[in-house]
């Protein structure tokens, strides 16, 4: 471990200088001297005489750990996400939707917190919640939410019951729409029910991995372009005999989920996402 004593007198010789050499992409840390550097390069010789008055400035340093996790996933290898993003913008009726005005690449957080990854459009008047095989580059569904049937959008941290054994950290965006009550205990303890009056979106896994399509993961970018599109269909498209405006929360996301062995399993083993998995990839 290194460690830095700052109290060392500004004159004194020595005060010791780190040198960063130039290195592969990867997390930025560190810092060099401005006087270290000459004409010819870093004098490795004059550590000790240097100035110990330090700027700094970043190097980057290779992860092999996330570089060999971003490959494990489809979505990732060269020209998926163009291929996906071009076929999930014909799902867009002109006449139903309106035109695209953005596709988000985020994970979805169903009722029992299984996580599945998805690929998600705003448009002029729908919301638009894609499952896309990125495998095989195919859409495999498409639920389309009006976007003024929206009538709550909430933003939070993830809550559990006290006694949940299966809980996950991070925020959330949740989106709810019809104003519809709470969802029946049938539909509530129905694993694969799909009838819930609400969508709840955090971001992808690997957003900050890859630079290329960070900016279709970032979860606060879609909640305001979202809160925008929403605001605007309620004023050009109103629904008659319903107050027209969306409310805005800020409150914790909850996710009645006690024992959840099945999402646990679901959620280790990433099956929400098309991934490599030793020779299978699913």
């Excluded at 060269?78 to 071009?86: L, R, S």
């Excluded at 979860?219 to 605001?231: G, R």
């Excluded at 999402?263 to 280790?268: A, M, Y």
Aim: glycine residues 6%; charged residues 25%; contains cysteine.
């Amino acid at each position: 471990m290194l460690q830095l004593n700052d109290s060392v007198e500004p004159e004194s010789p020595g005060a010791a200088v780190l040198h960063a050499a130039e290195v592969e992409d990867g997390v930025e840390v560190a810092f060099t001297p401005p006087a270290a550097r000459h004409s010819g390069g870093f004098e490795a010789a004059s550590v000790a005489c240097c100035s110990p008055l330090q700027k700094l400035t970043p190097f980057r340093v290779h992860n092999p750990t996330m570089q060999a996790k971003v490959k494990d996933y489809f979505v990732f290898r060269p020209g998926t996400i163009e291929q996906a993003v071009n076929d999930i913008r014909t799902v867009a009726l002109p006449s139903e939707d309106g035109e695209v005005l953005s596709v988000w690449l985020l994970a979805e957080i169903d009722h029992w917190n299984n996580e599945k990854e998805r690929l998600v459009l705003i448009t002029e008047r729908s919301l638009l919640v894609c499952k896309y095989d990125f495998i095989n580059l195919q859409c495999q569904q498409v639920i389309r939410i009006s976007l003024n049937a929206v009538d709550t959008i909430s933003v939070g941290e993830f809550e559990f019951p006290p006694k949940s054994l299966n809980k996950r950290e991070g925020t959330g965006v949740r989106v709810q729409w019809d104003k519809r009550p709470r969802p029946s205990f049938l539909n509530r303890w129905n694993p694969w029910s799909t009838d819930m009056p609400y969508a709840t979106f955090t971001e992808h896994p690997m957003a900050h991995a890859d630079e290329k399509v960070a900016s279709l993961c970032q979860l606060e970018n879609f909640k305001t372009q979202l809160i925008q599109a929403v605001k605007k269909a309620y004023k050009e498209c109103p629904i008659p005999g319903r107050a027209n405006g969306v409310l805005l929360l800020e409150r914790p996301l909850l996710i009645e989920t006690y024992l959840g062995i099945m999402s646990f399993i679901n959620n280790e083993a990433k099956l929400g996402y098309s991934m490599t998995r030793g020779k299978i990839g699913f």
